[in-house]
């Protein structure tokens, strides 16, 4: 396979054929959705935005987000690849493979430690050196919170202020910085991701106590079920928690509402003990000179033991 080039998007055009590839690749999410995902993340850029073209057509595009994530107490960068895509009539012909292998390179030799992707393809993604790490959904019926009584007030996010933006800002870091995987977030990413989110908004919610928020919940319909995005509380989680459980429940009336938790998160919250399906979307690639360098070698292993990472669904690319 010859005559082609690997370049960052640079042009207009670039840019709008780069959409319409996503948009044909991943019909779920609209031209509009791409759109602003690219335009308003701020931890990725044009030049994140990878192209492969042959005879002066794009043919396949990836996307790479420079993130950090929390690791007991520090910030570790991390690569994440997403929106790996081909034009159909080149699928199946190896042009995507050229393209991640060219990227995984330029991560290597910028010194990322590691780079996650999420995908239904795990032994292709295999080939490239991508390990899946297994994670637990819980399932949650009403049956869990049955006569809890409900202590904070229970608010719909209306309108997001600067001043709500830094409450949540803030509760989010008390919560995770100690733990092994949530994404750190500055309040430009919180300002940016409202923009392209996924959740809907009328599940944003937050957990009000003596005027003050003191909690937050995110999450999403899919049929019969509600899917938790991201929680957090500076109050008790696992009371807090049930208390928006409540609201969901009769609010929304699902038939269950599910949440991928580590052992950490599902100990906090108390449902360690309750029924889940195994997640098998998240890969991890680590470079172990990077580690080295970074002087984390013994946190390598401990990334793929099951369960044990926490990465929120709405910080997936």
């Known amino acids: 396979m010859k005559n082609f080039t690997i370049k960052s998007v640079e042009l207009d055009g ?10 044909e690749n991943f019909p779920k999410h609209s031209l509009s959705f791409h759109r602003n995902r690219f335009l308003n993340d701020p931890t990725c850029s044009p030049s994140s935005t990878r ?5 002066k057509k794009i043919v396949s595009t990836l996307r790479i987000y420079r993130r950090y994530m929390y690791n007991n107490g520090k910030k570790l960068l991390f690569g994440g690849i997403g929106n790996v895509a081909t034009i159909r009539e080149k699928q199946r012909l190896g042009y995507a493979s050229i393209l991640l292998r060219s990227t995984i390179d330029l991560l290597r030799s910028r010194g ?6 999420f995908t239904r393809l795990n ?3 295999e080939k490239f050196g991508f390990r899946t790490v297994i994670r ?6 009403r049956e869990f919170v049955r006569n809890h009584p409900v202590t904070l007030k229970i608010v719909p996010v209306r309108q997001f202020t600067s001043k709500i933006i830094r409450t949540i800002s803030n509760i989010y870091k008390r919560n995770y910085s100690n733990f092994v995987g949530p994404n750190v977030r500055t309040l430009n990413y919180w ?5 392209f ?5 009328d599940k944003f919610l937050l957990g009000v106590k003596n005027n003050r928020i003191v909690s937050f919940i995110r999450g999403k319909r899919y049929d019969k079920e509600i899917a938790i995005f991201d929680l957090a509380s500076q109050e008790s989680m696992s009371e807090s928690f049930r208390d928006f459980l409540v609201y969901y429940f009769e609010k929304f009336e699902p038939q269950f509402i599910s949440l991928i938790a580590n052992r950490k998160l599902a100990s906090l919250l108390g449902i360690e003990r309750l029924k889940y399906d195994t997640q098998n979307e998240l890969m991890i690639k680590t470079f172990r000179d990077n580690f080295k360098r970074h002087n984390i070698s013994q946190l390598e292993s401990k990334l793929f033991d099951e369960n ?8 997936f690319f």
């Open 14 to 23: 670039e840019f709008r054929e780069v959409l319409r590839i996503l948009t």
């Open 51 to 55: 192209i492969l073209v042959k005879d």
């Open 112 to 117: 990322f430690p590691l780079v996650v992707l």
């Open 123 to 125: 032994e292709f993604y």
């Open 136 to 141: 637990r959904n819980y399932i949650i019926s």
């Open 191 to 195: 300002n940016s991701q409202l923009k």
């Open 197 to 201: 989110r996924q959740d809907d908004p």
């Open 308 to 315: 044990k990472i926490l990465i929120w669904q709405s910080d």
